[in-house]
């Protein structure tokens, strides 16, 4: 039996993420996805000699927006810088990319640990780089080559060594996803690796002040993956350890189909990648009004927007978390919260309760758009004024959903059409339920003397003579008066 709970993980992250600027980060090549391989292509992506890069403004305004958004403090002059290294899809013989002196870095993140722990990661870094292009190994006939993602701008995002496991790494990763996505600069889409993630894991004895040696697992491709292959690299260097072995500084390689990690190259192997400051280009600088004027038009970020439709809709912070998870979602949910005949805690809770159950559901059925369904924010407010205002029962008001959905009509119009309104006539319901109870002696004879499931019976007679629309609030009032008699 390994001790392993004598351990500590120390994890911190390295993630590489597509910017969604229209054209690449050293030329007008156009960054689109899926284009005819090798059409988006010109001499300075395909690093044909003497070519000249031109520095696309944009990306340095999105490095600039994420660094703000993350904490990060903005260098004012930083370094564009030739990492060389030779591969099939590197033409130049190196990559563009920052190395002494990123342009953004110190900042941190906040994870939510549970409702009440906040826990800030670190960020070393934010640096500029351009991605590579890709090779297509898994085909009988060669190697292909598909140049359309050369060029395409890239920033890195290094975290300090502050994550402690994989449930940490999961949250951190998925909040600068989020981030990405609210500033619009980056698709953060994991699969098609518009988002990728390297781990880097050491373990050491609790209490221990030294960090262990770190292994870099690479070919994380989701975030159910990340979180697998920290956990078993985790596991992996406490037996070694624990075997009397020692952890080696190498990269390795996740398997996603035998769920393991393998050594890819040992630190012998590694590269030196010869730094040096590219001479083509000029030293990236950021104005202090460049600056002033990002920070300023930032927009509300996921944590922030999480808090206030905790405070301001009354929310929990498992409600606000479906709601803020998808940005289309929360625009989808304000725009219906502000139509609302009444703005308190009950009309919020009405509609949220709908939008999270109900219309999740069938945008899970549908793979549609909450905004794709059919049901304008006018139409699901009017539906959630009526049920919070108990003109219809819950069962009606499923009803005139499931109607909704299926002809896009208001509900009134479809109330109006089926007669669904509620019954609240509290005369009408009182001598319903008056005449039920003197018509059925046997049942309320077995009721009061202990059959309490029989009360469902009297409900459901009175439901029985008002075709489902008598309110159910009303029925209790009154069979508790009748049957306690
Ligand atoms: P390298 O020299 O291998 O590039 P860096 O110091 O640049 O290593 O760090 C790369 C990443 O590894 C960072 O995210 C950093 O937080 C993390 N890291 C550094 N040391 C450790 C360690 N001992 N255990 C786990 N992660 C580490
Ligand atoms: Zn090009
Ligand atoms: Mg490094």
């Known amino acids: 039996m390994i001790n392993s709970y004598k351990y500590e993980a120390v994890i911190g992250l390295e993630v590489h993420s597509q910017l969604l600027t229209e054209t690449k980060a050293f030329c007008g090549c156009s960054t689109k996805f899926g284009d005819f391989p090798n059409s988006n292509t010109c001499p300075v992506c395909l690093g044909m000699p003497g070519a000249l890069p031109v520095l696309n403004e944009k990306l340095v305004d999105f490095a600039i927006k994420m660094g703000l958004a993350t904490n990060c403090s903005i260098r004012k002059t930083s370094t564009l810088s030739r990492k060389n290294y030779f591969y099939e899809d590197l033409t130049k013989g190196y990559q563009i990319s920052q190395y002494e002196d990123p342009i ?142 020692k952890i080696t500084q190498e990269t390795r390689l996740w398997d996603a189909s035998k769920h393991i990690t393998r050594v890819m190259r040992t630190k012998e192997m590694a590269h030196d990648y010869r730094y040096f400051p590219e001479p083509d280009l000029l030293q990236v600088y950021v104005a202090d009004e460049w600056k002033n004027e990002i920070q300023n038009s930032l927009p509300e970020l996921p944590m922030q927007k999480k808090k206030r439709f905790m405070q301001e809709y009354h929310l929990s912070n498992y409600d606000a978390t479906i709601l803020i998870n998808d940005i289309i979602l929360s625009r989808y949910f304000e725009q219906t919260a502000a139509i609302l005949n009444e703005k308190n805690e009950k009309y919020f809770k009405v509609l949220t309760n709908w939008i999270n159950t109900e219309m999740l559901r069938l945008v899970a059925e549908q793979n549609k758009k909450i905004n794709e369904l059919g049901i304008t924010s006018d139409n699901l407010a009017e539906l959630v004024d009526l049920f919070a205002s108990e003109i219809i029962s819950s069962r009606i008001a499923k009803d005139v959903f499931a109607e909704m959905i299926a002809t896009g009509k208001s509900p009134s119009q479809i109330i109006e059409e089926k007669n669904l309104v509620q019954v609240s006539d509290e005369t009408l319901i009182d001598n319903l339920v008056k005449d039920i109870v003197a018509n059925n002696p046997e049942s309320v004879e077995k009721y009061k003397s202990g059959r309490n499931n029989l009360y469902g019976f009297f409900v459901g007679q009175v439901m029985k003579q008002t075709q489902g629309k008598a309110n159910p609030k009303i029925i209790n009032k009154y069979l508790d008066i009748y049957l306690n008699q």
């Not at 190994?137 to 395409?152: E, Q």
């Open 104 to 245: 953004c870095y110190d900042g941190y993140i906040e994870i939510e640990k549970s409702d009440t722990e906040i826990k800030k990661i670190g960020l070393t870094r934010i640096h500029i780089e351009e991605d590579t292009g890709k090779s297509i190994h898994d085909l009988d006939i060669d190697t292909l080559l598909d140049f359309n993602r050369s060029g395409v701008p890239l920033i890195e995002i290094v975290s300090e060594p502050d994550i402690r496991d994989a449930d940490e790494a999961y949250k951190y990763l998925e909040q600068i996803r989020q981030i990405l996505i609210y500033l619009g600069i980056s698709s953060g889409n994991m699969e098609e690796g518009a988002l990728r993630c390297d781990a880097n894991v050491s373990v050491r004895l609790i209490g221990a002040e030294k960090f262990g040696t770190k292994t870099e697992v690479k070919n994380l491709n989701s975030f159910r993956n990340v979180q697998k292959a920290i956990e078993y690299e985790i596991s992996r260097q406490i037996e070694v350890i624990e075997n009397g072995g």
